[in-house]
């Protein structure tokens, strides 16, 4: 079997030396949080799945609603938590007959939609590996991560297919089966049965039409892959996240205790499916705590939003800084012609919120915005601002339950600094560093896919090195200060620069690139490039377009919004391109400041 | 003085290659819409809008967005708002 292999390494994650009380308290917090759950029927294990959807209906729950999936002409379709252990039983005897095997890896490529939910919770149930892709992303980021994620199966939509697959599918051997969720025509009289009339593909409705509803989810240790997310470094290629069946532990607890959900709620997380917020939040947490989760497929548009929050009834509400941002483009008094009083929490992730998001979020929902922290590869919520405790704006709050977190001191390369294997705490209140955590929360990623080396590399002197740097003030509360590597951080997702570079770099005309992250007020950071033309070439504004028009196309959203020629790149001594100084250039700071922070 | 149609056209073809350069604005059928047709985010959306503002010196607000949804529309618009 060519499937994924997976560097868990239980001992890691294990809580760190045994006379650490904060440890022994962690642990405990996680075993009472586990009691929670359910488990499988006879002692099986533990199915993210299972808890997510089937013990609802063993639980006599069967008729609530699961999902409001709202149309983009804003038409509403219900699913019953009943429904929904329906397809997503199908869906894993679809997974059966395709002759998929556990751990391979099921990819998705989709907007807002039922599908989603059913191909990832189908998935788990299946014990296979769920691996969900930005439709915004071009050819070149989906073809590198159904690669390096040995993609099995990929659902997705006919129009995404022929724009972002097709053109790339020959260089996916590992790719055998894709499904596509639209009514397209069937094949021929000699197509394969449940084929359509594209080639290669296979129809999702048809397979799920033919498949039996009913399905034993197999016996699943918690500690079985689960999910993979990709994420982006300073350097190489994507990394692959994986999370194990245990994570389901940390979603639950922190849906609970970060996000206030209860029985009755009517949940909506505008995180996009393709993103691992959409998955942890917009799919297990929610659903496990067997709430009406309202699911749009439209665009962003003000109005659209505020008629959703209140025609839905919208009680608990998790979004992001930018789209805050471009609501608050609208002004407030858009706001106050609806009813948004059943809203009890607002809740934001992705980066901090600016004081005035802050301000007028308060007076436009008459509450708080809750601020909290984490990433991909913590899984769920590390650091938030609970539901009814003081809100400090701007700060991330304080470590959730089971969470122990510090701030690393530094060292020339911005990073923790390690000395013979040991790192130190910051001591000073208000002193920055790099956010660190201690191993052994149930949704810590197990390793990066076919990466031991690099899952290593995030680990010193027993604690989890984030890549983020933050300060703790005097009372213990967490406050971002930026990442402590290139990485950019636009609409709240991670892009890593290399992946940029390399895709401009494969233009003719180009000999190098740098990529940074240009503060943008509503995205935060948007994606510019500085480009080196080889020789022969000239610095023409139709180069440019030229070049804008490239990025996109292989890079879709991710491409960057900005190029500008440098013939001149600044470079270390051992020769990579130095961002940070095309940054501060960038925003015009002294590029003096910069030494402590790149080894030269 | 009001915006004829053409001229929105090339505002909005215009608008359009600027931040998607190979765009195809000739080949776009008035009914297709835009945001679809040339893989439009939110954030390229407001560009967008932002860009049409420049060029028609029409106010665009939040409440006038679904009107630009196809080319048709947002000509119908222009004409209108520009009156």
Known sequence: ?600 | MTTTPAQARTMVGTAILRIVPDADVDGVSPDADLRQTFDLDSLDFLSFVELLTQQSGVRIEEDDYPELATMASTQAFLARRSG
């Open chain 1, 1 to 600: 079997m060519s499937g994924p292999t997976v560097g868990v390494d239980a001992r890691t994650g294990a809580p760190a030396e045994s006379g650490d009380d904060a440890a022994r308290a962690s642990a405990e917090v996680w075993r009472a949080a586990r009691r929670l759950l359910d488990g499988l029927p006879g002692d099986r294990g533990l199915n993210i799945a299972h808890e997510a959807v089937d013990r609802h209906v063993l639980h006599g729950d069967g008729g609530v609603v699961a999902l409001r999936c709202v149309a983009p002409d804003e038409s509403v379709s219900e699913v019953t938590y009943a429904d929904l252990a329906s397809l997503t039983n199908r869906f894993a005897r679809v997974l059966d007959r395709l002759g998929v095997a556990p751990g391979e890896a099921v990819f998705s490529l989709l907007g807002r939609g039922l599908e989603t939910y059913v191909t990832a919770l189908g998935t788990l149930k299946h014990t296979s590996l769920y691996c969900p892709l930005f439709a915004a992303f071009g050819p070149e980021p989906v073809r590198e991560r159904l690669r390096l994620g040995h993609g099995r199966v990929l659902v997705t939509t006919y129009d995404l297919y022929r724009r972002r697959v097709a053109p790339v599918r020959d260089g996916l051997p590992d790719l055998r089966h894709v499904l596509l969720v639209d009514a397209v025509p069937p094949a021929g009289p000699d197509g394969a049965a449940a084929g359509t009339a594209v080639p290669g593909t296979l129809s999702w409705a048809a397979l799920l039409d033919d498949a039996d509803d009913s399905y034993e989810i197999p016996a699943t240790d918690p500690e079985t892959p689960a999910l993979l997310h990709f994420t982006s470094g300073t350097t190489g290629k994507p990394k692959g996240a994986v999370h194990v069946h245990e994570a389901v532990v940390a979603h639950h607890a922190t849906g609970a205790h970060a996000l206030g959900l209860r029985g009755g709620d009517v949940f909506w997380c505008t995180a996009d499916p393709g993103w691992v917020t959409g998955t942890s939040y917009g799919i297990v947490a929610p659903l496990t705590h067997g709430v009406t989760v309202v699911c749009d497929a439209g665009e962003f548009n003000a109005r659209r939003w505020y008629r959703i929050l209140q025609g839905h009834r919208v009680t608990v509400w998790y979004t992001a800084p930018t789209a805050l941002r471009m609501l608050m483009r609208t002004g407030g008094e858009l706001a106050r012609e609806y009813d948004l009083s059943a809203l009890r929490h607002v809740a934001s992730v992705g980066e901090p919120l600016n004081p005035e998001a802050v301000v007028w979020g308060q007076e436009t929902f008459d509450r708080p915005v809750l601020d909290n922290w984490w990433q991909t590869e913590t899984g769920a919520i590390m650091i938030s601002n609970e539901p009814g405790s003081p809100v400090r704006p701007g700060s991330m709050g304080v470590p959730v339950p089971g969470v122990v977190a510090t701030v690393l001191e530094r060292g020339d390369d911005g990073r923790a600094l390690v000395v013979d294997g040991a790192v130190r705490e910051v001591t000073d209140p208000g002193g920055t560093g790099e956010l660190a955590l201690r191993p052994g929360w149930p949704s810590m990623f197990r390793g990066y896919l076919d990466d031991e080396a690099r899952y290593r590399r995030c680990f010193a002197g027993g604690w989890y090195l984030t890549g983020d740097l933050a300060r703790r003030d005097e009372d213990g509360y967490y406050w971002f200060v930026g990442r402590a590597d290139d990485v950019i951080k636009s609409a709240g997702h991670l892009i890593g620069p290399f992946e940029v570079e390399s895709a401009l770099m494969e233009h003719p005309a180009v000999a190098e690139a740098g990529v940074i992250g240009k503060p943008d007020p509503v995205a935060g950071e948007v994606v510019k490039a500085f480009v080196t033309l080889r020789r022969g070439f000239e610095p023409t504004e139709d180069l440019r377009l030229e070049l804008v028009a490239f990025g996109r196309r292989r890079l879709g959203s991710v491409a960057p919004r900005e190029i500008a020629f440098d013939q001149n790149l600044p470079h270390t001594r051992s020769g990579k391109v130095m961002r940070r100084l095309l940054k501060a250039r960038e925003l015009g700071l002294p590029e003096g400041d910069l030494s402590t922070l790149e080894r030269v």
